[in-house]
């Protein structure tokens, strides 16, 4: 049984639903601090297969020792953190305690239980400001926010681990930008308040729940001068998760690999895509740039196609249609929706 920490959030759930459906046993550790049960319910009625969860924090180590000893888990998938970089900057203590002390709290547990086998979320924030791109796993690290130090700083661990106690086997996933939803509309990303990402953002204004969407900076050196991502389905993103598990029961040490699709995307051309995709007009106005935001930033994911045989399937417009189908069908997210 594999326990996925923080499966009922964004990636999450959709990573949960694909392990079900690939016949995996799961069950979820989740606070619901940025969650709604609601997801784990919808992924039930998905799959048709219950899914078991735990409601629980991961820093509470007496709840992890008693999950760790009631349930047959063989490996951890660890979603479960905060990931709001402007938040992380106004609180920093709480991004280290429930990102870096989470983790530590939750591998002491794996290693009382004898569980030696994790797969992390990781981010693309870890590159920093890359010098050039598309962008490796050999590329430096650097951290220019809270948030991005601690997914390093759980980085860097997780490789001492590794050469303390040659059972780790352990994956580092870096994601680039996950976006998208699964494609019956039923799960999606449902974030709390104003969006911070672009996508979502984009989103509410073509549903109507906001007025316009401001562009951070038009004077960047890319075609038309907005910030340029490599945007990822879900989904895709999903599927990496279990190609990742079945390489560590095959290899042991530390495994990183960039989840991307390694094309790279301006803001306007996402503006454009959803346009197409949901036939709406989505108002814009250009803004100063965001402090601590990039040019551009996107992945060279031929090692994750060379190790794992994993490569993205979803093109930018799959991807702004499943958003869009998620956001019609829940104009709300979780909280109001009249789906059951
Ligand atoms: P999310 O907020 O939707 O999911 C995180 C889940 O963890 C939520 O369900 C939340 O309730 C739970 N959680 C948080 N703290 C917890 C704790 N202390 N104990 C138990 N549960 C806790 O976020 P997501 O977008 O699904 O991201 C999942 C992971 O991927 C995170 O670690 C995030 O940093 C990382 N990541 C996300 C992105 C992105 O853009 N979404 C990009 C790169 C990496
Ligand atoms: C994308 C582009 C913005 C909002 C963040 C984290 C990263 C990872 C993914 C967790 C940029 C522009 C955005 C808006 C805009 N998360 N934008 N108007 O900044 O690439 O990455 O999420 O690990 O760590 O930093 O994603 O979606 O916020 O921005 O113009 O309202 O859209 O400037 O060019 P980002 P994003």
Same mark, same amino acid.
């Given at each position: 049984?594999?326990? @996925?920490?923080?499966?009922?959030?964004?990636?999450? +759930?959709?990573? @949960? &639903?694909? &392990?079900?459906?690939?016949?995996? =046993?799961v069950l979820v550790l989740d606070n619901f601090c940025n969650a709604n049960k609601k997801s784990l319910e919808r992924v039930s009625a998905l799959t048709g297969r219950e899914v078991p969860w735990v409601e629980g924090d991961i820093r509470d180590a007496a709840l992890l020792d008693d999950v760790f000893s009631q349930h047959e888990i063989d490996s951890v998938i660890h979603f479960a953190g905060l990931k709001a970089v402007g938040e992380s900057v106004q609180k920093p203590l709480d991004y280290f305690d429930n990102n870096v002390n989470g983790t530590l709290v939750l591998c002491s547990a794996m290693s009382r239980a004898d569980v030696k086998k994790i797969v992390f979320s990781s981010s693309a924030t870890v590159y920093g400001d890359p010098a050039s791109v598309p962008? $490796?796993?050999?590329?430096?690290?650097?951290?220019?926010?809270?948030?991005? $130090? +601690?997914?390093?700083?759980?980085?860097?661990? &997780?490789? =001492?681990?590794? @050469? +303390? =106690?040659?059972?780790?086997?352990? +994956?580092?996933? $870096?994601?680039?930008n996950p976006v998208g939803a699964h494609d019956s509309g039923m799960i999606g990303e449902d974030p709390n308040g104003i969006p911070n990402n672009l996508v979502p953002f984009v989103s509410q204004v073509a549903i109507g729940r906001r007025e316009v969407l401001s562009v951070f900076g038009n004077d960047y050196d890319t075609t038309d001068g907005t910030g340029v991502r490599d945007y990822i389905h879900v989904t895709d993103l999903a599927k990496g998760h279990l190609m990742a598990l079945d390489y560590l029961s095959r290899h042991d040490g530390v495994h990183t690999f960039n989840l991307g699709t390694g094309k790279g995307y301006s803001v306007l051309e996402v503006v454009q895509a959803f346009e197409k995709a949901s036939d709406r007009k989505v108002a814009y106005e250009f803004h100063p740039r965001r402090a601590g935001d990039i040019a551009r930033c996107y992945a060279d994911p031929a090692h994750a196609e060379e190790v794992l045989g994993w490569t993205a399937e979803f093109d930018i417009e799959k991807m702004m249609v499943d958003t869009w189908r998620w956001q019609q069908k829940n104009p709300n997210g979780y909280s109001d929706s009249t789906l059951s």
């Amino acid at each position: 049984m594999i326990l @996925v920490t923080g499966g009922a959030g964004y990636i999450g +759930s959709h990573t @949960v &639903l694909t &392990l079900l459906e690939a016949g995996q =046993d799961v069950l979820v550790l989740d606070n619901f601090c940025n969650a709604n049960k609601k997801s784990l319910e919808r992924v039930s009625a998905l799959t048709g297969r219950e899914v078991p969860w735990v409601e629980g924090d991961i820093r509470d180590a007496a709840l992890l020792d008693d999950v760790f000893s009631q349930h047959e888990i063989d490996s951890v998938i660890h979603f479960a953190g905060l990931k709001a970089v402007g938040e992380s900057v106004q609180k920093p203590l709480d991004y280290f305690d429930n990102n870096v002390n989470g983790t530590l709290v939750l591998c002491s547990a794996m290693s009382r239980a004898d569980v030696k086998k994790i797969v992390f979320s990781s981010s693309a924030t870890v590159y920093g400001d890359p010098a050039s791109v598309p962008i $490796r796993e050999n590329f430096p690290t650097a951290a220019t926010n809270p948030y991005g $130090r +601690s997914k390093l700083m759980v980085e860097e661990i &997780l490789q =001492d681990l590794a @050469v +303390s =106690d040659p059972q780790w086997r352990i +994956s580092v996933l $870096r994601y680039f930008n996950p976006v998208g939803a699964h494609d019956s509309g039923m799960i999606g990303e449902d974030p709390n308040g104003i969006p911070n990402n672009l996508v979502p953002f984009v989103s509410q204004v073509a549903i109507g729940r906001r007025e316009v969407l401001s562009v951070f900076g038009n004077d960047y050196d890319t075609t038309d001068g907005t910030g340029v991502r490599d945007y990822i389905h879900v989904t895709d993103l999903a599927k990496g998760h279990l190609m990742a598990l079945d390489y560590l029961s095959r290899h042991d040490g530390v495994h990183t690999f960039n989840l991307g699709t390694g094309k790279g995307y301006s803001v306007l051309e996402v503006v454009q895509a959803f346009e197409k995709a949901s036939d709406r007009k989505v108002a814009y106005e250009f803004h100063p740039r965001r402090a601590g935001d990039i040019a551009r930033c996107y992945a060279d994911p031929a090692h994750a196609e060379e190790v794992l045989g994993w490569t993205a399937e979803f093109d930018i417009e799959k991807m702004m249609v499943d958003t869009w189908r998620w956001q019609q069908k829940n104009p709300n997210g979780y909280s109001d929706s009249t789906l059951s």
